[in-house]
């Protein structure tokens, strides 16, 4: 090799390094400035009271109810979402391929991801809310349930996308290996390669909580609010995003500080997500 060419190979690597790190810098930087204004607008609002109170006391309350609501609203989405974004990803890294529905299914996987939200929200309240109404004489509208499935909607592209991400990041000697034993294929793919993507498809379960966990717009069409706590989801539900939303705009300072102080722990939460799932389960694989 010339000794033209490694100099050249060496001066693109390291302007490739600095643009790198230039580029992470300006994200931590945003990041740390997000923490930074949220926490410094929100600081007075940082309470017991916050964690106890409910948002019907208005300036002496809390977002108790909000955050309960919230965690139920995620926990629903979650739980519709997971079996069926996990099943649907096993079979598009497993089966799909002598089928011509894998390459369709993807593609509308990827259309569902970049829907906006608000567009799904309004979704679920015609399937869902509307129905409800007339079924129930109005004694069932805006309900958990309707949030929950909301939710759902919006976390399941992620998670097919990463468990079929995931299972075909598999070695196929693995598949080979199995397969030459006798091992039907079936349970190849529920004891050997769901076990072995395992960590990849956890961490996309949580990218897809965290992805939900700050949604408002939905849940203004389906779950709608609450100002006192509820835990049944056939009831109208309060949610940390939508409580934020809503505080906002209100004229009075002592709201908007509460506000503020909703954002930093939503955005907090969201954070510890992200890490868990980012080094975490990193680890364990490093360690597997």
């Known amino acids: 090799m010339s000794a033209s060419l490694y100099t050249k190979r060496r001066v693109k690597n390291v302007i490739a390094m600095a643009l790198s790190m230039l580029a992470t810098a ?3 930087f945003f990041l740390a400035w997000i923490l930074w204004e949220t926490l410094s607008q929100g600081l007075a609002g940082l309470k017991p009271q916050l964690f106890t109170r409910i948002t019907v006391d208005r300036e002496q309350g809390g977002l108790a109810n909000a955050m309960v609501g919230s965690l139920i609203l995620n ?16 079979w598009l890294a497993e ?29 679920v309240y015609t399937i869902v809310v509307l129905p409800s109404k007339y079924l129930t004489n109005g004694d069932v509208t805006f309900s958990g349930i309707a949030g929950g499935i909301a939710l759902a ?11 079929d991400e995931m299972l075909r990041l598999v070695p196929g000697t693995l598949r080979e290996a199995a397969l030459s034993l006798g091992v039907p294929q079936w349970k190849l793919t529920m004891q050997i390669l769901v076990r072995a993507a395992r960590s990849g498809i956890v961490t996309g379960i949580l ?17 709608f609010g609450n100002n006192f ?44 997500l992200s890490l868990i799932a980012r080094f975490a389960f990193r680890s364990k694989v490093s360690h597997d």
């Open 207 to 223: 990218l897809a909580l965290a992805r939900i966990s700050g949604e408002t717009a939905p849940l203004l069409f389906t779950a």
């Open 26 to 28: 300006i994200g931590l």
């Open 75 to 90: 926990l629903l989405g979650i739980l519709i979402a997971t079996p069926i974004g996990v099943c649907a990803g096993t």
């Open 153 to 163: 909607l919006i976390a399941l592209p992620v998670i097919v996308r990463t468990t």
């Open 95 to 123: 089966y799909s391929m002598r089928s011509k529905l894998g390459p369709t299914i993807r593609f509308l996987n990827d259309i569902l991801l970049s829907a906006p939200s608000i567009v799904l929200g309004l979704f």
């Open 229 to 272: 706590m509820t835990f049944n989801p056939l009831d109208k539900m309060p949610s940390l995003p939508q409580i934020i939303y809503e505080y906002t705009k209100d004229p009075s300072p002592d709201i908007n500080v509460l506000a503020w102080a909703g954002a930093f722990v939503l955005t907090m939460f969201v954070l510890a």
